[in-house]
């Protein structure tokens, strides 16, 4: 069955640290994936997708996420994180089946706090 | 603006008393879907629509109900409301119903049932 893990529930960074939040999917054939963010609050924003070609996308505020076949991953990672990044991360993957052409599956999140 | 609204986007009630949950979108969307958000769970799809007049249950439809009579609204209806359904659901659209198109989301609408 189609799954997708955050293995990380909270991560504490300094501000101006680097940053990577894991993905790990499970599916059969070549996903089409997500990372979304909910500030506080908030409905959830897309940060960056990938379909297929370049496995290192780049997204909105500074966020990139490479797609990594053989270890089923697609982590995302920012240089260097500001203070309005802490937010809740979101991880998803795109698959068709039947009828629900357009279903998304969600991690569990990752909460991401930045300190001063 | 492109967007996706829901209302409430509070609600407290009690158990037994009907309520629906409104949400519209601005951008001609085909796709509209609603999800629950709980913690340590994530999203998770409750209802879907392909087109007006064409829903279907996604993986936690049980106590909800939905209708599409128009493209661009698509209320989630809880006839009888329990505790179990005390979340926070998101409506969400996209262009068309392939799994390329991104989703937008609402703000969305935190109920608790007491």
């Known amino acids: 069955a189609q799954s997708v893990t955050q293995p990380d529930i909270h991560i504490t960074v300094s501000e101006g640290a680097s940053l990577e939040l894991r993905c790990n999917y499970s599916?059969?054939?070549?996903?089409?994936l997500f990372w979304y963010v909910q500030s506080p609050g908030q409905g959830l924003q897309l940060l960056l997708k990938?379909?297929?070609?370049?496995?290192l996308v780049q997204g909105i505020k500074g966020f990139e996420a490479e797609f990594k076949r053989s270890q089923s991953s697609f982590n995302l990672r920012k240089p260097s994180v500001h203070w309005s990044d802490a937010a809740e991360y979101f991880c998803?993957?795109?698959?068709?089946?039947?009828?629900?052409?357009?279903?998304?599956?969600f991690g569990t999140g990752t909460l991401l706090a930045v300190q001063p | 603006e492109a967007q996706v609204t829901q209302n409430p986007r509070y609600l407290i009630t009690v158990t037994g008393k009907k309520l629906t949950v409104t949400c519209s979108q601005n951008?001609?969307?085909?796709?509209m879907s609603w999800y629950r958000q709980d913690p340590g769970l994530g999203l998770r799809q409750i209802y879907y629509?392909?087109?007006?007049?064409?829903?279907d249950k996604g993986d936690v439809p049980e106590g909800y109900k939905v209708s599409r009579k128009e493209k661009r609204n698509f209320p989630l209806i809880l006839e009888s409301p329990s505790p179990n359904q005390t979340s926070l659901y998101f409506c969400?659209?996209?262009?068309?119903?392939?799994?390329?198109?991104?989703?937008?989301f609402g703000p969305g609408t935190r109920l608790t049932v007491t």
């Open positions: 969400a659209s996209s262009l068309s119903v392939g799994q390329q198109y991104e989703q937008y």
């Open positions: 599916y059969g054939a070549t996903p089409y």
């Open positions: 990938y379909f297929s070609g370049d496995t």
């Open positions: 998803a993957v795109g698959f068709s089946y039947g009828g629900a052409t357009n279903k998304l599956i």
């Open positions: 951008m001609n969307h085909e796709y």
């Open positions: 629509s392909m087109n007006v007049e064409v829903t």
